[in-house]
């Protein structure tokens, strides 16, 4: 079993940055690939970033792309996205998800970020 911890989200204007922190316990060693997701009001749960185990990096939303860095501790067991520049389009519930590949395995509760004007 693994437990996804996530922390780090708030409310914040537009322009501002956060740092979102996931953390993980357990058996650790089953996840190769980590990934952070977005759930907007009404709207399906998208994948916002993704790390593998060698640190390639994956960020299938152009808008992010270049926005938020996601990256990877793995002495602490600690998965981060950084965000930078938020937009009110960013707004949404982020969850962290581990497994042997991106969508599969283990899900966080999720952290609200929510930007206003």
């Known amino acids: 079993q693994v437990q996804l911890v996530e922390s780090g989200g708030g409310l914040v204007q537009t322009g501002g940055s956060l740092r979102l922190s996931c953390a993980a316990s357990?058996?650790?060693?089953?996840?190769?690939?980590f990934g952070w997701y977005r759930q907007a009001p009404e709207m399906q749960r998208e994948l916002v970033a993704g790390?593998?185990?060698?640190?390639?990096?994956?960020y299938p939303d152009s808008a992010a792309k270049g926005r938020f860095t996601i990256s990877r501790d793995s002495a602490k067991h600690t998965v981060y996205l950084q965000m930078n520049n938020l937009k009110l389009e960013d707004t949404g519930v982020y969850y962290c998800?581990?497994?042997?590949?991106?969508?599969?395995?283990?899900w966080g509760k999720g952290t609200l970020v929510t930007v206003s004007s």
């Open positions: 357990g058996s650790t060693f089953s996840i190769n690939e």
């Open positions: 998800n581990g497994g042997a590949y991106l969508g599969a395995g283990y």
């Open positions: 790390i593998t185990t060698d640190g390639r990096t994956i």
